[in-house]
């Protein structure tokens, strides 16, 4: 199971950092992913990090201000969200997968948490 939690209302460029806890891990689970996904539109890809830390991706639309860590002791994962947009008001989703792949076929999926940016 993945909870994404950490979401919440704040202004353009205000700072915010989710977490996804992720429980019954197994060993073919070796990544886990952000996605978001806005009223009316697809769900995309934004960062993706294994669990050893080793290797991570990010779409070009967050690369930058956006930045994906692991903890595996805690089995959790955070995404740090910086300078935030209105464009980045959506629900925001953390995916669990053998491999790290940028489009949405992922096994696993959280329920997600919204973030909402007003100016």
């Known amino acids: 199971q993945l909870q994404a939690f950490g979401g919440g209302s704040v202004q353009v460029g205000d700072s915010l950092r989710l977490s996804c806890l992720v429980s019954?891990?197994?060993?073919?689970?070796?990544?886990v992913g952000w996605f978001r996904q806005a009223p009316g539109k697809e769900r995309v890809f934004l960062a993706a990090i294994t669990w050893s830390g080793e290797t991570i991706e990010y779409a070009d639309s967050v690369q930058g201000r956006f930045s994906i860590s692991v903890d595996s002791r805690k089995n959790t994962a955070y995404l740090q969200m910086n300078n935030l947009k209105l464009e980045d008001t959506a629900v925001y989703l953390c995916a669990a997968n053998k491999a790290i792949i940028t489009c949405d076929s992922w096994d696993y999926w959280g329920q997600g948490t919204q973030v909402t940016v007003s100016s």
């Open positions: 019954g891990r197994t060993y073919s689970d070796n990544a």
